[in-house]
């Protein structure tokens, strides 16, 4: 069965300091790959996807990811956080053949001014 | 461009009793997934519908039961409530065939006491 981890629960990063959150996925095949961002008491946000071709994928509100299959990984990335960055961060992955989301437990993102 | 909407915002019911949630997909999309987000986790898979069936469950007992109309919204049914259900429902709705990406609603905050 698919799972995705996310080994950081709960991550702090100071205003305008770059930004990396892990996600590891393990699946038989390659899946088709997302980060989704959630603020408290709200749905989800796709930040960005993966699906084919460039494994360096541009998502919304400057966040990027990388896609790495030999090492199962699609870390999300950004080079400047902005304090409206805060909020709990999702990995997911979804077979090639269905639209069902399997997700991580997620990363809670605090910024410091 | 209509997103996906979800009724009620907020529910109070108690244990034992029996919930109704509702899901307005997005314009052009036929496919509707329901997740259930508890708190401090990561959303899990229900159930998906497409042409009005079911098309793919999660590890949920029968007593979640849903439905899909004509003009493809959906509800979710949820029997002799626990208080475990206490959760986030989130509806999300996609475009059979096309790359499957999800559109997230709000979500419904089911409170069983």
């Known amino acids: 069965a698919q799972s995705v981890t996310q080994p950081d629960i709960h991550i702090t990063v100071s205003e305008g300091a770059s930004l990396e959150l892990r996600c590891n996925y393990s699946?038989?095949?390659?899946?088709?790959l997302f980060w989704y961002v959630q603020s408290p008491g709200q749905g989800l946000q796709l930040l960005l996807k993966?699906?084919?071709?460039?494994?360096l994928v541009q998502g919304i509100k400057g966040f990027e990811a990388e896609f790495k299959r030999s090492q199962s990984s699609f870390n999300l990335r950004k080079p400047s956080v902005h304090w409206s960055d805060a909020a709990e961060y999702f990995c997911?992955?979804?077979?090639?053949?269905?639209?069902?989301?399997?997700f991580g437990t997620g990363t809670r993102l605090q910024v410091t001014l | 461009e209509t997103g996906v909407t979800q009724s009620p915002t907020h529910l109070i019911k108690t244990r034992g009793q029996q919930v109704t949630l509702r899901c307005s997909s997005q314009?052009?999309?036929?496919?509707v997934s329901w997740y259930q987000q508890a708190l401090g986790q990561g959303p899990q898979f229900i159930f998906q519908?497409?042409?009005?069936?079911?098309?793919g469950r999660g590890n949920f007992p029968p007593r979640f039961s849903g439905l899909q109309f004509p003009n493809y919204s959906s509800e979710l049914n949820v029997n002799a409530l626990e208080l475990d259900d206490s959760a986030l429902y989130l509806c999300?709705?996609?475009?059979?065939?096309?790359?499957?990406?999800?559109?997230f609603g709000p979500g419904t905050r089911l409170t069983v006491t």
């Open positions: 999300a709705s996609s475009r059979w065939g096309d790359s499957y990406e999800q559109y």
């Open positions: 699946y038989g095949a390659t899946p088709y």
């Open positions: 993966y699906f084919s071709g460039d494994t």
């Open positions: 997911a992955v979804q077979p090639r053949t269905a639209s069902k989301l399997t």
């Open positions: 314009s052009g999309h036929n496919t």
């Open positions: 519908y497409y042409r009005e069936e079911e098309n």
